[in-house]
């Protein structure tokens, strides 16, 4: 990070410190060791120059932040005074509900939510659909309802602002019958894409769906939660990455498939209608 960003995202992290603390500057000063002169330089940003370590290991330590968070080098406060992993793996078991999905999604609530899902988005399936992959993959489908539900309650606040985007044949497999999707009906396939479009429809421009080109394009299913985290899917498992760096690369990486995205979140509803229009294949099933 450059010298300058840093020493302002210090700054303004000093600042947010002050203002929880309830404290004016003469006191703030003493509690973390040096003269309020001293503390009105830091906060004015006149220069671009840090304090010394020994004051930052005394604010890190009086108001028990991590040095990480203090310097911008992770969005993690890390409150109980631990530096936290820039790294963690998290099982993704239980009911949605309990599950840290859901609070990073609260938490992350009036921030950009970038998503790259694994199949069919989860906030647009059909019931039918939640019980047809809960069926093939034996995970509980009072779970994947619920999650359903969730997400879409979550793309209907005000606040919430969610971008997603998948490869374009993932849809075209879909309305075929192809792939996991061969033994799902043909009928239930027509009414998942007509309800897809009408979501689609409803939630714009709170929620986005582009679809990129998957032949020129290739990406692994994660999500990132504002500037918090990334949450990176391998089945049961999320790798979930916390460093500020990882997560910008990451954010990088998904503004470059809305980049190359050829159906636009405006047309992804009228796509998806198309497709439901068109003659389905039979499904083996």
Not at 23 to 40: E, K
Not at 132 to 150: F, M
Request: aromatic share 8%; with cysteine; net charge negative.
């Amino acid at each position: 990070m450059d010298k300058r960003d840093l020493s302002t995202v210090f700054r303004e992290r000093l600042k947010l410190l002050l203002t929880r603390s309830d404290l004016n500057q003469s006191a703030f000063a003493s509690a973390v060791g040096i003269d309020r002169s001293a503390l009105s330089q830091l906060l004015s940003g006149a220069s671009t120059r840090l304090p010394r370590a020994e004051t930052l290991l005394n604010i890190a330590a009086e108001f028990k932040v991590s040095l990480d968070w203090l310097l911008g080098l992770s969005q993690d406060e890390g409150v109980t005074g631990e530096i936290r992993e820039s790294l963690e793996i998290e099982e993704a078991s239980g009911g949605f509900e309990r599950t840290l999905i859901a609070k990073w999604h609260a938490e992350a609530a009036g921030t950009k939510i970038r998503y790259v899902p694994a199949g069919i988005p989860d906030l647009l399936r059909t019931e039918a659909l939640v019980d047809y992959e809960a069926g093939i993959s034996n995970k509980s489908r009072q779970a994947q309802a619920g999650e359903t539900q969730y997400r879409i309650d979550y793309s209907r606040r005000p606040e919430t602002d969610m971008e997603v985007c998948m490869p374009r044949h993932t849809l075209e497999i879909f309305a075929r019958g192809l792939g996991v999707w061969d033994a799902f009906p043909p009928e239930e396939r027509r009414e998942q894409l007509l309800h897809m479009a009408a979501l689609l429809d409803d939630l714009y421009p709170t929620f986005r769906l582009y679809l990129y080109d998957g032949r020129m394009r290739y990406s692994i299913p994660y999500t990132i939660f504002g500037p918090y985290r990334a949450a990176i899917y391998v089945g049961d498992m999320y790798i979930v990455l916390n460093a500020t760096q990882p997560i910008r690369t990451l954010t990088g990486h998904f503004d470059n498939l809305i980049r190359a995205a050829e159906i636009n979140a405006h047309e992804a509803a009228a796509f998806a209608q198309r497709l439901a229009d068109l003659p389905l294949a039979v499904s083996r099933g």
